[in-house]
């Protein structure tokens, strides 16, 4: 699953830039926090990956590009969304109950439809639908509320609606754009207007920067500071700035990357963006390991929901989120707040470590009952689901530490053992 982070695009904040990976201290909380949501919602909803009764291929908010929807089209989605089962007290509660502890939404995709209520453009959700509510006002209160941080993602440079915005090939001639004006005149003033009229933003989330000049990164990157100091900025801003690396999508690296901070952004099935026939979920015991996976190797997991054009959350999210927090509920001492563990690159198990203790995270349980680590200095083990009532043994045998546990894996996604001395 995944490649290398050197063979992923990433990037690696620039010393100086700020006091460097792993030394920020406006990271400490998104440190400590490990799992988010993200929200990828707008008028490609309503579409949900079909157009003109053809199947169109790829995750659901590109549906524009792929089938090359004009303008002219496109835009009648926005007169067709009434999106009346959205309800964000809704969305926080699950993302709690799920043991994410911060929300990402689409400010504004890569198909330029601003889901919220902007100022520069009548190409929103206010101004331009029959429902006229603007859901970022009321998932930032529900984020208040419920003390869930909430991040935005912005499409500072893909803008397939604005005719100085970048990739829209069917519509627009490249060579009579000017990107220049589009940066200054309209994605500043929009970045300006999601940083100032929503309270705290924890993160914004920029996203394919294609073909923003160094420049250009480096005055967005101050006016966030200039406007919220303490919003982090994630490694899609471009031209290598930014707070923390952000792996290609889905890409989980091979191994542990301590020395700098990051992040994978995820789907539960294969699409961003609603699609109506995408029913490719994966299971709960597959996105329990990816988290354990991701956080062993020292990143953070930014899990994808999509919901539909009413506005409901697709059942299959909500169900696996919730059993995410249900094993959450037991097991995240060896989650929340840890380190990678000292144990790494050992296929059937992942480590994570806190304080004095570490947590061996088991994936494929031996029929034997024998988990067999290198050789640790630890006396105790012990089940960190307190349900489980066997009992567990620690043997040094040469250059193996040896955990003599029942022939049974007591939890059917991962099983947490406790090592301490
Ligand atoms: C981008 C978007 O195009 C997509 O719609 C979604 O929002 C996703 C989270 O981000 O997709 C990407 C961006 C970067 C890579 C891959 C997909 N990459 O670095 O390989």
């Known amino acids: 699953m995944g490649e290398s982070m050197t063979e992923v695009e990433y990037f690696k904040p620039e010393r100086g830039q700020r006091p460097g990976a792993n030394q920020d201290p406006r990271l400490n909380w998104w440190r400590e926090a490990k799992f988010g949501m993200f929200i990828h919602w707008g008028v490609y909803a309503i579409p949900a990956g079909v157009w003109k009764g053809e199947h169109i291929p790829g995750i659901g908010e590109w549906i524009m590009l792929r089938a090359e929807i004009p303008i002219a089209e496109y835009e009648q989605l926005a007169g067709q969304f009434n999106p009346v089962k959205y309800d964000a007290d809704e969305i926080v509660k699950l993302a709690k109950r799920a043991g994410q502890k911060y929300i990402v939404l689409t400010s504004k995709h890569h198909d330029g439809f601003c889901m919220y209520g902007s100022a520069e453009t009548d190409y929103n959700i206010v101004d331009a639908t029959p429902y006229g509510v603007d859901i970022l006002k009321d998932l930032a209160e529900a984020c208040a509320r419920e003390g869930i941080k909430l991040g935005l993602y912005y499409s500072q440079t893909q803008d397939w609606h604005h005719p100085d915005g970048y990739g829209n090939t069917w519509d627009f001639k490249e060579e009579e754009q000017d990107f220049a004006d589009y940066i200054e005149n309209y994605v500043k003033p929009q970045v300006r207007e999601i940083l100032s009229n929503y309270g705290p933003i924890a993160i914004i989330w920029f996203d394919t920067p294609r073909i923003i000049a160094r420049h250009q990164s480096q005055e967005l990157l ?54 109506t026939h995408d029913y490719n979920w994966k299971s709960t015991t597959q996105l329990i390991r990816n988290l354990v996976d991701i956080i062993s190797k020292g990143g953070n997991y930014l899990l994808n929901i999509g919901p539909d054009a009413e506005g409901a959350i697709p059942q299959p999210s909500v169900e696996r989120l919730e059993a995410m927090g249900a094993w959450l509920d037991a097991h995240g001492e060896a989650i929340y707040g840890t ?21 061996l995270h088991v994936f494929y349980w031996p029929a034997s009952g024998r988990l067999v680590l290198p050789k640790m200095d630890v006396s105790a083990a012990d089940w960190l689901d307190a349900s489980v009532d066997a009992s567990l043994a620690v043997n040094h045998e040469g250059d193996s530490t040896v955990i003599l546990g029942p022939a049974a894996a007591p939890n059917e996604h991962v099983t947490v053992i406790k090592l301490s001395k």
Do not use: S
């Not at 006016?223 to 919220?228: A, G, I, K, S, T």
């Not at 700035?241 to 952000?246: E, I, K, R, S």
């Not at 380190?339 to 198990?349: F, H, L, R, S, T």
């Open 222 to 275: 101050e006016l966030v500071h200039e406007l919220q100091p303490d919003c982090l900025v994630c490694g899609r801003l471009g031209n290598k700035l930014g707070d923390y690396a952000t792996a290609q999508d889905n890409a989980i690296p091979p191994a542990l990357q301590a020395e700098i901070d990051w992040e994978t952004p995820a789907t539960i099935n294969d699409t961003w963006g609603f699609k």
């Open 339 to 359: 380190a990678p563990g000292p144990i790494q690159g050992v296929d059937w198990c992942r480590m994570t470590r806190k304080d004095d203790a570490a947590y």
